[in-house]
């Protein structure tokens, strides 16, 4: 192999890094985002919603939306977007971020009324190289986003039936 062999695919081989990083860091943003389409990223996980979450969810005509403000600017921190049939909800929990972000969607036509915890693609594709330590990360991250999107939603159901059982 000769030096300059050995410098194009070095070259090509941070290209690809580089790449990738632009990627990763473009899906991770556009998963976290109020905007765009509601089924984003891939299906990491999926549960069976309560009976409860999912009339509040048919119910409801309007999203749901938390923002936080820091220092001179304001973003959306926790949302439910409903468009058509179909629902995108995102909450993180206080003082915790992540480069790597979850929503939960459903799909309101689905006869079992899942909710998928969908994540970024390139950032499955990251983790998968590395040991249990990546392994580690990837569940205690999961486990936390996870239970901040089910504490939220779960809140908002109550809130809607304390709501509702005040004006009966």
Same mark, same amino acid.
């Given at each position: 192999?000769?030096?300059?062999?050995?410098?194009?695919?070095?070259?090509? @081989?941070?290209?690809?890094?580089?790449?990738f990083?632009?990627w =990763?860091?473009? *899906?991770?943003?556009?998963?976290? $985002?109020?905007? @765009?389409? #509601?089924? /984003? @990223? #891939?299906?990491?996980w999926?549960?069976? %919603?309560?009976?409860? +979450?999912?009339?509040?969810?048919?119910n409801?005509?309007? *999203? !749901?939306?938390?923002?936080?403000k !820091?220092?001179?600017?304001?973003? $959306?921190?926790?949302?439910?977007?409903? /468009?058509?049939?179909?629902?995108?909800? =995102?909450?993180?929990? /206080? /003082?915790?971020h992540?480069?790597?972000?979850?929503?939960?969607?459903? *799909? %309101?036509?689905?006869?079992n009324?899942?909710?998928?915890?969908?994540g970024?693609?390139? @950032?499955?594709?990251?983790?998968?190289?590395?040991?249990? %330590?990546? %392994?580690? #990360?990837?569940?205690?991250?999961?486990?936390?986003? +996870?239970?901040?999107? *089910?504490?939220?939603?779960?809140?908002? +159901?109550?809130?809607?039936? +304390?709501?509702?059982?005040? #004006?009966?």
């Amino acid at each position: 192999m000769d030096d300059t062999s050995f410098l194009v695919e070095f070259l090509a @081989g941070i290209m690809i890094f580089i790449g990738f990083g632009f990627w =990763f860091a473009i *899906d991770s943003y556009s998963i976290s $985002k109020y905007e @765009g389409k #509601i089924k /984003r @990223g #891939i299906k990491i996980w999926g549960r069976e %919603l309560p009976y409860e +979450t999912q009339q509040f969810l048919l119910n409801l005509k309007a *999203d !749901v939306v938390e923002s936080k403000k !820091v220092m001179f600017s304001e973003f $959306k921190s926790a949302f439910i977007r409903v /468009r058509d049939d179909e629902v995108v909800v =995102f909450s993180t929990p /206080r /003082r915790y971020h992540s480069s790597w972000p979850y929503v939960g969607y459903v *799909d %309101l036509t689905s006869p079992n009324f899942e909710l998928e915890y969908r994540g970024s693609l390139p @950032g499955i594709i990251f983790l998968i190289p590395f040991t249990i %330590l990546g %392994l580690i #990360i990837f569940v205690v991250n999961f486990i936390i986003q +996870t239970r901040a999107i *089910d504490s939220f939603l779960e809140n908002k +159901t109550k809130e809607y039936f +304390t709501v509702k059982e005040k #004006i009966i």
